[in-house]
């Protein structure tokens, strides 16, 4: 018995110490605003993260801290990530963010009209996300089958929402792909589901339609004019003809589309196949969903961009080309 009564007061008494080694004078840990970065890698073992931490400077007395850690539990829950400490965190708050796995935090924009190739970028360069497990996790059906959409080449194209995301550095591409379509799902709004009965349409149509427009528009107010274009070739069975559909069928991002690539075959190729694309082709705004949603009431069928990035349109195929050859002459 009082040998066991020294052993509690001997590992008492190397507890209190350890904490006392980890409260540093408050005056001077208010006045340093220096942080430090520490990685600690996948399958890194306990021992490679007190070397890490002691190089780094977070951790000065190795051994008491060490000590410290273990009657904390560490070595068995330590989690790998990006983390930063201030130069003198306290060896609680050490301990505590290393076995909850609370890593550095970065921001993660996706702006309107990324294509999904342009996010999986995006990811790769910000967040060191691999490209191929980005694109891979985009194709997941079982996201596609949260979203009630039909398994596609391009996955989860278009229901990325476009925002800035607070993400862990380091974040697996699976759920970065899932916190977004999340994103979309809960920014959608029940009187848009009424509005689609009323068009006959479905939500994918009109995400479809959505991604067009917000490629296709750069003055705003034009949102509803260019909708009711491709609206009113809709119901005529017009090709819907929009080039940023023949961007995305190329992979990759073009100052201008000329008439040989209008000739590429895909399912994306509105000149060639009418109706919609078989998905959408950008990341679209609430506002480009808007649009497609509630188009201008006007009987619109052509449009040509000016300079400025407004659009002229026309009801008429002569009124169209008479806009075209305005267009050039200020060009």
Known sequence: ?????????????????????????????????????????????????LDSLESRGVIRSRDWFSLYARMRALPSNLKSGVYTFDKDESWSSVVSTLKSGRGMEV???????????????????????????????????????????????????????????VVPMRMRARELVKLMTHEFIARWQPEWDVRLEQLHMTRHEIVTLASI?????????????????????????????????????????????????LQIRSPYNTYLNPGLPPGPITQPSDSSIVAALYPAPIGYLYFVAQPDGKHIFSATYNDHLAAIRRVRQRR
């Open 1 to 49: 018995m009082k040998a066991c009564a020294v052993r509690r007061a001997l590992c008492a008494g190397l507890l209190g110490l350890a904490v006392a080694c980890s409260s540093p004078d408050p005056a001077r840990y208010q006045s340093v605003s220096e942080k430090i970065m520490v990685i600690i890698p996948r399958g890194a073992t306990y021992y490679q993260a």
């Open 107 to 165: 921001r993660f924009t996706v702006t309107e009209g990324m294509m999904g190739f342009e996010v999986a970028e995006r990811a790769r360069s910000w967040l060191g996300v691999s490209r191929d497990s980005f694109v891979a996790a985009m194709r997941d059906t079982s996201l596609e089958r949260e979203l009630g959409i039909r398994p596609s080449p391009a996955g989860v194209e278009g229901y990325m929402y476009p925002t800035t995301y």
């Open 213 to 261: 427009i917000e490629a296709e528009v750069r003055y705003r107010p034009d949102r509803p004019y260019v909708s009711a274009v491709y609206h009113n070739r809709l119901k005529r069975g017009m090709a819907l003809q929009a080039d940023p559909t023949i961007i995305y069928a190329h992979g990759r991002r073009m100052r201008r589309v000329w008439e040989k690539q």
